[in-house]
Structure formats: structure tokens, C-alpha cells
């Protein structure tokens, strides 16, 4: 893995550790193996996500892979109270490595405040989320770009149900159009969306007056 170059690389590496370590203890709190909620590492992992949202962000590689992560962690909150409410309701959780989320707990009994996160994917589910774009005109040497945009499918594809696609295929289907959309050098603009609650993924050449829309 290459060294962070800048100190901002260094906070998104924290983050995207920071949501790993969440989802394991949350798989071990419903599997029985911990005794309460990791109720201080979502807090910590909240208190970065809401710092690093405030921030401008000017590489736009960086800005991509941090809403690919700040997506992510949207998107497992989503699951983990899903499956939190299955449980309290009798309903067995699902099995083989799920992803979990807990609800918030009450404010009113001094417990941990209600996720900020949570609050903003359920206003999220009542609009059609923002695409993420993202043009790339060499995916060889554009790689971050290229991880920041699988990152971007496959949080929308959580959050509507779809499993993950792999990055090797991922990456081999942006070649691709790159290769035949781009063919002149032309940057190709890719676009992740979601549609009567199916994500899509498509590729345009961008046009000689920038409109790639």
C-alpha cells in the first residue's frame, strides 16, 4: 500500500480503520460475544465524520474517497438499526457476516445522543440521493480516483440492498468504457445514481464543451 502523502490521506486511512473496527464490534455485540453496544467507537467515528464534512476539501480524490466513506458508514447505520429492531422484535438476525446498526438510544436518559448520520440518511430515503460523479481519463494512474468511485457504487448498492461488486471487476469495467469512450484521450465522466430504488452506473465521454451531463 502506498504511504499517505498528505496529512488528509492520513485522516481518511483513521476513518475508513475507525468504521472497520465498528462493524466488528458490532458483529460481536449480536453474536453475543459483547456484553453492550460499542456505543464510544460510533461516537468517535460520528465526531470524525461530522469534523472532516465540515472541511474543504480541495483534492478532489480525497473529497470522492471521504464521501465514499462518509456513505458507507450511512449505509451500515441503516443495516445496524434494521437488524437492532429485528432483534428486540423476536426476529432472528441474519447470519454469515452480516452488517449490523443499532438504533440510537433516547437522549432524554443520558445514554448517547442520536446519530447525525442516521438523522440525515432518513431524510436521504424521502429524495433520490445525490450521484456521485467522476471523470477519469487514465485509470492506471488515476487509481484513487478509481477506489473512491467503487467505493461510491457499492455504498448506494448497500443502501439498496444490492450486494457489493468487487473491485477487481469494478475496475476492469471502468478499462473499459475508458478505453472505448476515451479512446482520443477524452476524459469519460462516470456516474453512480439511483432510480425507483435501483442503482445505476454509467459511463459518457465528456463533451468538447465540458457538458458531460
Not at 456513505?71 to 441503516?78: D, N, T
Request: charged residues 30%.
Amino acid at each position: 500500500m502506498a504511504t499517505p502523502t498528505t496529512e488528509f490521506d492520513r485522516h481518511l486511512r483513521e476513518l475508513e480503520a475507525e468504521i472497520k473496527r465498528l462493524e466488528v464490534e458490532y458483529n460481536l455485540f449480536f453474536a453475543g460475544r459483547l456484553a453492550k453496544l460499542p456505543w464510544d467507537t460510533r461516537a468517535r467515528v460520528e465526531g470524525l465524520v461530522k469534523r472532516y464534512d465540515r472541511m474543504h476539501i480541495q483534492n478532489t480524490a480525497e473529497r470522492f474517497r471521504f464521501q465514499g466513506l462518509q456513505s458507507r458508514f450511512s449505509a451500515f447505520c441503516e443495516l445496524w438499526e434494521r437488524n437492532l429492531k429485528s432483534r428486540e422484535g423476536g426476529r432472528p438476525a441474519p447470519r454469515g457476516g452480516a452488517i449490523y446498526r443499532p438504533s440510537p438510544p433516547p437522549s432524554s436518559d443520558g445514554g448517547a445522543p442520536a446519530s447525525p448520520s442516521a438523522t440525515r440518511a432518513a431524510g436521504e430515503r424521502e429524495a433520490a440521493p445525490r450521484p456521485a460523479i467522476m471523470s477519469l481519463r487514465d485509470p492506471l494512474t488515476e487509481s484513487d480516483k478509481v477506489k473512491s468511485l467503487h467505493e461510491q457504487l457499492n455504498a448506494a448498492r448497500r443502501q439498496a440492498g444490492e450486494v457489493d461488486v468487487p473491485f477487481e471487476r469494478f475496475q476492469e469495467v471502468v478499462r473499459a468504457q475508458v478505453s472505448k469512450l476515451g479512446s482520443d484521450g477524452t476524459e469519460v465522466t462516470f456516474k453512480v445514481s439511483v432510480k425507483d430504488g435501483r442503482v445505476a452506473f454509467t459511463a459518457k465521454p465528456v463533451t468538447a464543451s465540458g457538458d458531460d451531463q
